[in-house]
């Protein structure tokens, strides 16, 4: 997933990730409890709070030490053993934050003939992929359908897309035929296939890891009268609206990581206008609307 950020002169890092293999795992670390119980697709997990180290633990399997502030995690897992996909997304993030970066789960495209990007959040399950590619076959160009990493340190709102691959619903390829050259015979338990972003590129414009400024954030609902519809939406909704699927809390509250998380979001929401982009039977409908919206 990160090759294509791969960069061709080496840098002085803001952050170290150490891996190592052993039989050997401390799984009863100092410290808060924050979370204990099970986590999507990973199982039993607990998260301990030391001072500045986050904790996880996979009991038998792996753990990772995380220290925002030293900008480092040590990340160790038993041999044999099923890396969890937790761990790694936790780690992403620390590494991203100490770049002053946040990662949101949100879509994110570029406008037609024009370096800006949308970014479009919506719960998982809402539609978001289905609507990114439906404007992608409208000329705007797709940075991700899913995971968007934004900055507004520098005073101004940028944000660049994580590069992996899109998981394409069987509705969603029903719904948008020209994805069917990229489509395999196979579905998942989920009805889903992922799909690379070069095998996309072939059929719509697929942007590079670039950051871009940002125009506007539309939270994505789906319309009561199956007709596609675009209306102002308060900043302080917006906020809400991302905030609840963005910032984790835990038995201790915010953590740090995830105050600073917050305060992006605060940032991004105050800079940009915000709409509800409320989508029907024909999601392609909102591109029409997005550049009215924005001219």
Same mark, same amino acid.
């Given at each position: 997933?990160?090759?294509? %950020? ?81 761990? *790694?997304?936790?780690? %992403? ?15 994110? %495209?570029? %406008? ?11 719960? *998982? ?70 799909? *690379? ?6 059929? =719509? ?27 102002? =939406? ?16 835990? =038995? ?44």
């Amino acid at each position: 997933m990160l090759a294509g %950020l791969r960069i061709a002169e080496p840098v002085e890092p803001d952050f170290r990730l150490g891996i190592t293999e052993t039989e050997t795992l401390d799984e009863t670390p100092h410290g808060s409890l924050v979370f204990d119980g099970d986590v999507p697709e990973d199982g039993s997990c607990r998260m301990i709070e030391d001072g500045g180290t986050i904790h996880l633990v996979f009991p038998g399997r792996q753990t990772v030490a995380i220290n925002g502030g030293e900008g480092s995690a040590e990340l160790r897992v038993r041999p044999g053993a099923k890396a969890a996909w937790t761990p *790694s997304m936790l780690v %992403l993030d620390a590494a991203l934050d100490a770049g002053g970066q946040h990662m949101l789960h949100t879509a994110g %495209l570029t %406008l037609p003939d024009s370096d800006a990007v949308v970014l479009i959040h919506a719960p *998982s399950g809402t539609g978001k992929t289905t609507t990114s590619l439906a404007l992608a076959t409208q000329g705007f160009g797709l940075c991700s359908d899913d995971a968007m990493i934004v900055n507004v340190a520098s005073g101004k709102v940028v944000a660049w897309g994580l590069p992996r691959a899109v998981k394409i619903h069987q509705k969603t390829a029903q719904m948008i035929p020209r994805v069917a050259p990229c489509l395999g015979q196979t579905w998942d338990r989920n009805g889903e296939q992922p799909v *690379s972003l070069e095998k996309l590129a072939g059929i =719509m414009r697929v942007e590079n890891a670039s950051a871009r400024p940002v125009a506007a954030l539309l939270h994505l609902a789906r319309s009561a009268d199956s007709q596609t519809g675009l209306v102002a =939406m308060a900043r302080t909704d917006a906020m809400v609206a991302l905030a609840v699927d963005n910032v984790r809390t835990g =038995m201790t509250g915010l953590l740090p990581m995830q105050k600073r998380r917050l305060a992006t979001i605060a940032g991004l929401v105050n800079s940009v206008p915000t709409f509800r982009l409320e989508v029907g039977a024909r999601p392609a409908d909102a591109a029409a609307l997005i550049r009215a919206a924005l001219d």
